[in-house]
């Protein structure tokens, strides 16, 4: 029988390296691992990062929902609230993606189905200013928070997330 051979790939070193990372705790810090056996620790270690991110959004649209009591945001509408939308778009800004203070529970009227939902209204950022539902400095620091741009560290994000969900539930 042959020994593993003593091998790294390279572009996933800090995946193995970092002590920090959950799903790699249990592993030795000894790299003596095949590439096969690499691979299949990458492929679970991605395949951990997608639940991780489901998870995340998941708990994201439940405190979205929370904080809105389940009704929809927009002034003078009395619907439920059925779909949560972020107010710093996820491609342009993905570090805000899970972001609570991102959030704003809408009926689909409002989110994206008619003239005044908030992806067609080019003024829904000043209706919802106008009316009282978020202040001009609500925007503001969004807008800063906006500017700064740093990682997204998903394991931070998930016991954030969960955290804040607990205490919105407790309320």
């Not at 996820?90 to 009926?107: F, I, Q």
Request: positive net charge.
């Amino acid at each position: 029988m042959e020994l593993p051979k003593k091998c790294i790939i390279a572009k996933n070193y800090w995946r193995f390296t970092n002590p920090l990372n959950p799903y790699i705790m249990n592993m030795p810090l000894t790299m003596d691992y095949t590439k096969k056996q690499q691979s299949r620790y990458i492929k679970q270690f991605q395949k951990n990062k997608e639940e991780l991110k489901t998870d995340c959004h998941k708990l994201w649209r439940e405190i979205c929902f929370l904080k809105a009591k389940g009704k929809c945001e927009y002034p003078k509408c009395y619907n439920p609230a059925t779909q949560p939308h972020h107010i710093k778009t996820k491609g342009g800004y993905p570090y805000l993606k899970y972001d609570p203070e991102n959030s704003m529970a809408l009926c689909y009227y409002h989110h994206d189905g008619g003239r005044y939902g908030a992806h067609h209204d080019i003024n829904f950022k000043e209706i919802i200013i106008k009316n009282g539902v978020r202040t001009k400095e609500f925007f503001d620091k969004l807008e800063r928070k906006a500017d700064k741009g740093y990682k997204l560290d998903l394991e931070l994000e998930f016991l954030y997330l969960t955290k804040l969900k607990q205490e919105l539930t407790n309320k």
